[in-house]
């Protein structure tokens, strides 16, 4: 393994930039999508204001942290200014005034792991999950959106690899591979790890965005405008980077000690956040720091069958990139485990 990491990318590479970047180009959610989900999220506003007039409306996940392809369903957050706890109650309240609205498909999920309220609107034809006081994940995504305005590779790198494990089937959490979420990370990491560095580490710098949530301090340099020139000095490309990224989780890593960490900028040891053996159902078979719940792993739903899966796939793309000479069909090429 570690033969085959010291070996330098194909001389070639540069001619994977092209096609990388018009994969890229074509994901990108046309504008008339944006005003559609605007036009919904309005809509919603209108509905919930009428019941809860305090409450309050954000959109997060892909929709809004900026790594949302087209036709991507959206996630809202319903926030209330207090500890809710029932959750089923407002959940099935919610579904009765969206059921009456003509929405479509209205179902409310109550014992979900993240219970929500799923609809279909007719007039945009866009599906969404609304959750209760996920307050975290609004701000993570806001994290996440901050990161992508710095340097534009992390999201034509972030884009290759959601859409590289989408075609794989390596995007399923309930089957034990990875989230989106979590690719992103994997995405943010590698660019702050790589020298010179791509991307800085928000939340080693002075802290001008401050919130607390669920009693966990969330706290980053979020004027990100003044960062635009951050990652000039590397002049590496979207093709190099994709290269890279395979590489080190296909041959780079070291799985049995190392945890990446987007809060510290770096790796920290399995021994420093005690995530050395299995814990009930958490394994850490990879490991992921969630950048503000730093107690969790999101690697936590990977189990002894899919840490194969996962990293003979990580190895079968990096070769792919490295050898094929057609590696931009043969790397999104379907496959389901
Ligand atoms: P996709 O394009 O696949 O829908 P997505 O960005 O919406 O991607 P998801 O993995 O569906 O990604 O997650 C939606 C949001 O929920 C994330 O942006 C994140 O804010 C939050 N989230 C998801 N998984 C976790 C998790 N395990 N821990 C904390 N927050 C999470
Ligand atoms: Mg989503």
């Known amino acids: 393994r570690m033969l085959k990491r010291q070996m330098a990318c194909r001389g070639d590479i540069h001619r994977l930039n092209a096609p990388f970047l018009a994969i ?26 009428k019941e809860w007039p305090k409450a309050q409306l954000f959109l997060y996940g892909s929709c809004a942290n900026s790594f949302g392809v087209s036709k991507s369903d959206i996630d809202v957050c319903l926030v209330f200014n207090e500890d809710i706890n029932d959750k089923s109650e407002i959940l099935l309240k919610l579904a009765d005034i969206l059921q ?75 089957r034990g591979t990875l989230s989106s ?24 710098m002075e802290k001008t965005y401050n919130v607390m949530v669920d009693n966990i301090e969330c706290a980053y340099f979020d004027k ?30 070291d799985y049995a000690n190392s945890v990446i960490s987007v809060r510290t900028g770096s790796i920290i040891s399995k021994q420093e956040k005690d995530w050395t053996r299995r814990v009930g159902n958490d394994r850490h078979l990879i490991c992921i720091e969630d950048p503000f719940e730093i107690s969790h792993d999101l690697g936590r739903v990977v189990d002894k069958f899919s840490i194969r899966v996962l990293r003979e796939e990580f190895e079968r793309a990096a070769d792919v990139i490295q050898y094929d000479p057609n590696p931009c069909v043969k790397l999104f090429a379907p496959y389901v485990h």
């Open 24 to 49: 890229y180009e074509s994901l990108i959610p046309p504008e008339e999508e944006r005003t559609k989900q605007k036009q919904l999220l309005a809509l919603l506003e209108k509905l919930v204001c």
């Open 100 to 174: 009456s609205d003509n929405l479509q498909n209205v179902q409310a999920l109550t014992h979900a792991r993240v219970p929500i309220v799923k609809l279909k609107d007719p007039a945009t034809g866009i599906s969404c999950d609304i959750c209760i006081n996920n307050v975290l994940a609004v701000v993570n995504t806001k994290l996440l959106r901050d990161y992508a305005k710095i340097d534009v590779r992390l999201r034509q790198l972030a884009f290759i690899v959601k859409h590289w494990a989408k075609s794989r089937g390596v995007n399923e959490t309930y």
């Open 181 to 204: 979420y979590a690719y992103v990370l994997m995405c943010i990491h590698f660019l702050q790890q790589c020298r010179p560095a791509i991307l800085p580490c928000l939340q080693g």
């Open 224 to 253: 990100v405008e003044q960062l635009s020139n951050f990652g000039s000095p590397n002049k590496e490309t979207v093709a190099q980077l994709v290269w890279g990224f395979f590489n080190y989780w296909a041959y780079g890593h």
